[in-house]
């Protein structure tokens, strides 16, 4: 979904935080189709230009109603974390921790066992490694942070000029 974050980035950050059934909203008006079937047809990365001009003015409507409800996607992404992460140093619960460890080492191994030939590839290992992979991805993100920053520094530097 980069590619989306690049045309829109309004609705790529609303759809990544706590008000995505808004982003949902606006992109299955704008392209056509029903709330359900956005998430299949932004990942096929198959829509026409009058698809993508769409999400375009999507964006610029979703950017006129975060303006008239004060509303900051990255910020409500990041305090919906912060939110997340103060839960789990108050409560000091074992538990998200544990999965944290379980789903390392599940991902881990598996990629171990398939390199050395343990485990033999099968399309159920994909499915198992892919989701495992995500779910790490989200668990490095909750405890080191995201890479939301560091995009918008790569986006602004791709837009840069260079100096003569």
């Known amino acids: 979904m980069d590619w989306l974050a690049q045309i829109a980035p ?22 056509g189709c029903s709330p359900e ?5 932004i990942s096929s990365n198959k829509l026409d230009a009058t698809q993508v001009a769409a999400i375009q003015q999507a964006e610029l409507e979703l950017k006129k109603q975060a303006q008239e409800m004060n509303l900051n996607f990255a910020k409500l992404a990041n305090d919906d974390r912060k939110s ?11 538990i998200p921790p544990a999965l944290a ?16 030939g343990q485990i033999q590839h099968a399309p159920q290992i994909d499915i198992m490694l892919g ?11 909750f405890y080191f942070g995201s890479s939301a920053s560091s ?5 602004l530097l791709h837009q840069s000029v260079p100096a003569q």
């Open 10 to 31: 309004t609705v790529a950050a609303a759809l990544g935080g706590p008000l995505a059934g808004m982003a949902v909203s606006a992109v299955s008006k704008a392209i």
């Open 37 to 41: 079937e956005v998430q299949n047809v």
């Open 84 to 94: 997340a992460r103060d839960m789990q140093s108050i409560t000091r619960s074992y």
């Open 101 to 116: 460890v379980g789903v390392t080492i599940g991902f881990f191994g598996i990629l171990f066992g398939l390199m050395y």
């Open 131 to 141: 989701s495992l992979g995500t779910a790490w991805t989200g668990i490095i993100g």
């Open 151 to 155: 995009q918008n520094k790569d986006n």
